[in-house]
């Protein structure tokens, strides 16, 4: 059995502008507000989606620790590997 749409909230546009800062926290809650004016609906009140962030340098667990990341960054990964050559033969 599904559950039934809760229907919006309607309030005036006068009661919208005497009320905003609530009605703004109630939406911001999830609740649609639904605004007339002369009985007819003129705009909606609803909550926006947060934007995503994108996540801050370090904050991102990669499973090393620290002492692991400190040892991988004194690496020269731009060095020349003798096996690496032996084994695709650029080095004899």
Do not use: C
């Amino acid at each position: 059995m599904s559950a039934l749409p809760i229907p919006p909230t309607v309030v005036s546009l006068y009661d919208a502008k005497t009320h905003l800062s609530e009605l703004g926290e109630r939406a911001a809650a999830g609740e649609e507000i639904v605004v007339t004016k002369h009985g007819k609906p003129r705009f909606r009140l609803v909550a926006v989606e947060a934007k995503k962030r994108r996540p801050l340098p370090g904050s991102i667990d990669l499973g090393a620790n620290r002492a692991q990341w400190t040892v991988m960054a004194e690496v020269d990964w731009f060095a020349p590997d003798e096996e690496v050559e032996r084994l695709f033969g650029t080095r004899e």
